[in-house]
């Protein structure tokens, strides 16, 4: 097992990021010893991951930031960094390594304060590491204060630390950002290699796999999800019978009202799993007695929890919505297939008669506007159209066509 494992059908990309790695290890050597640098190294301060959504931008990121890390005796012999067993590799890999910073968000946004102290650290020496590292996995969530934080700090590195940073394209980092970074694109990895790797690493079933990843269109993590969560399974099956139950104004509406409903629950799930372990946690750090008042002086953290968990769960509502709104592109674009003869894999063989049923009573242009409209209603939602409104409109040129 090495870190490049988990990276599914991204060959060119992973040997680029092990060319660098090994470039990486003589740098660090070279420095050590007093030697001169290699001008030619395929080493850089800064990397900007990029692909569609499921292709793996984090992994690849993770992976990296292990070979970077990597001590094993093998390098000293020509071997390359990276071999997935070594404390470097384990540590970077489960998120536990000091001088490996994973950034994530569960909100909407990451603003300035949050980046400012990233960019504080990324001046510190590494701790116990080769490097100091720091992968940011939603660099498209920076606003553009925390934006203008960011290139200060990618401009001008310290010497021992790498920014990596992921988002789903170029247009969703800032230019000045993007053009200082090294720039690797991601590709939606083959639905054969999503199954092996759902058999191979989480013991599922083959054929529930394939399923799930043909499903997904490659979607590694959502391919997970489908075949491991028989909840998720539930979801999307209730999803894709929207197509048939917009008949009618009144099917609209309820179709509409029960998809955000499904989608409130996701947030509430969570809400419920998280938001009462830190608002304990919280209250214990600051004096708290069980059952008893706060200390004084505390309300204003305890209101910031509150505003953070808020934050949250209107992220996961959204990211609930725009999951079921991919799945119902995906449906038209199996729909879209059939109506035009086309030979491209269908996605979503499990409801093959209501994809029948919907080509027949169809025709590709009404196709079409359906995708556009489902499209249509994501650009809504990011421009915060309140998500009941947006999916009532969107539900009713279905059904218009």
Request: glycine share 8%; charged share 25%.
């Amino acid at each position: 097992m090495t870190v490049w494992d988990d990276l599914v059908g991204q060959t060119r990309v992973q040997e680029q990021l092990a060319a660098a790695a090994k470039d990486a290890d003589a740098l660090v050597t070279a420095v050590s010893d007093g030697k001169p640098l290699d001008q030619g190294s395929k080493m850089t301060h800064a990397w900007l991951f990029t692909g569609p959504p499921g292709s793996g931008r984090s992994t690849a990121a993770r992976a990296f930031a292990a070979a970077l890390q990597c001590t094993s005796p093998d390098r000293a012999l020509g071997g390359v960094p990276g071999c997935g067993f070594c404390d470097g590799c384990h540590t970077s890999l489960i998120g536990t390594h000091a001088d490996v910073q994973i950034i994530r968000t569960d909100l909407l946004s990451i603003g300035v304060k949050e980046t400012r102290d990233l960019v504080r650290r990324a001046q510190l020496s590494p701790a116990v590491g080769r490097w100091q590292v720091i992968v940011m996995e939603d660099a498209d969530r920076l606003t553009e204060g925390a934006g203008n934080v960011l290139l200060k700090a990618v401009e001008e590195p310290a010497p021992r630390t790498v920014w990596m940073l992921c988002a789903p394209s170029l247009e969703d980092v800032l230019p000045t950002i993007r053009s200082r970074c090294r720039h690797l694109t991601l590709s939606t990895p083959p639905v054969e290699a999503v199954a092996d790797v759902l058999i191979r690493r989480d013991g599922v079933d083959p054929e529930r796999a394939h399923s799930a990843a043909r499903a997904t269109q490659g979607h590694i993590g959502r391919a997970r999800r489908l075949a491991t969560d028989e909840r998720a399974r539930a979801r999307r099956a209730a999803v894709l019978k929207v197509p048939l139950r917009v008949a009618d104004v009144g099917g609209c509406l309820k179709a509409a009202q029960e998809l955000i409903d499904t989608a409130t629950d996701d947030a509430k799930q969570m809400a419920e799993e998280v938001d009462v372990k830190e608002t304990e946690d919280l209250k214990a750090a600051l004096g708290g007695v069980a059952g008893g008042r706060m200390p004084r002086g505390t309300a204003g953290a305890m209101k910031e929890l509150e505003d953070k968990q808020k934050r949250r769960k209107t992220r996961t509502q959204r990211d609930s919505l725009d999951l079921a709104l991919t799945e119902l592109t995906g449906f038209y674009r199996d729909v879209l297939a059939l109506q035009l003869g086309s030979r491209i894999a269908i996605a979503n063989v499990d409801v093959q008669d209501s994809l029948d049923r919907i080509a027949e009573s169809s025709t590709p242009a009404q196709t079409l506007r359906r995708i556009e409209s489902v499209i249509a209603c994501r650009d809504a939602m990011d421009r915060n159209v309140a998500p009941l409104l947006a999916v009532e409109a969107m539900t009713m040129a279905l059904r218009a066509g």
